[in-house]
């Protein structure tokens, strides 16, 4: 099955069973799944790059501008957990995508210059419990007056991959679809 929809895979290691997979996604960004930027592995992040470089796959740092503007990456994602005001982008190409859980978090992503926002969690998963979950219907009340490109996030699986087409969402981020 190839997914034609734009995706956003969120990764930290990439080896030879992830590149198989990585066929099977049309407009793919991969998103680098850094903890710390002291512990990142620069050489290991040098063959991602160039992977994806190759494979024309957009590529950002989770959190670290200082990385994203070191190997010239697509871009930065921006979680909800990051709160600090996101200024001097020595490259002004840099995207600038967030994450957010309700409003206040949305007006937080923009005010810092986020031109996507990943609306979670849309789907029941593993970090959020059964009442957490946004579904169809609040997914689409909470971000029917957001005015940038949104994002669903969170339990996206082949099963309800269909249900996207519901909702305001332009495009997917997602773990565990990529593991089915």
């Known amino acids: 099955m190839i997914i034609n929809i734009k995706s956003f895979l969120f990764i930290d290691n990439l080896c030879e069973n992830i590149e198989k997979k990585i066929r099977r ?3 793919l960004s991969i998103i680098y799944n ?3 930027d002291e512990l990142v592995n620069h050489d ?3 063959n991602l790059i160039d992977y994806c470089k190759k494979n024309k796959i957009k590529f950002y740092f ?3 501008i200082k990385l994203a503007t070191k190997y010239k990456a697509e871009g930065i994602f921006l979680t909800t957990s990051y709160k600090k005001p996101v200024r001097n982008l020595n ?5 600038i995508i967030g994450s957010a859980h ?3 978090e949305y007006f937080l992503k923009i005010n810092q210059g986020c031109n996507l926002i990943m609306l979670s969690p849309l789907f029941f998963n593993e970090k959020y419990s059964k ?3 946004l579904g169809v219907n609040r997914f689409n009340l909470i971000s029917k007056n957001w005015n940038c490109e949104i ?3 969170g339990g996206i699986l082949k099963e309800n991959l269909k249900k996207i087409s519901m909702t305001t969402s332009k495009s997917i981020g997602f773990i565990r679809l990529f593991n089915e």
């Open 25 to 27: 996604f049309k407009n």
């Open 34 to 36: 850094s903890v710390n």
């Open 44 to 46: 290991h992040v040098k």
């Open 62 to 64: 989770k959190n670290s």
């Open 91 to 95: 490259n002004k190409n840099i995207r």
């Open 102 to 104: 309700n409003q206040k």
């Open 131 to 133: 009442y957490k979950i």
């Open 151 to 153: 994002c669903a996030l």
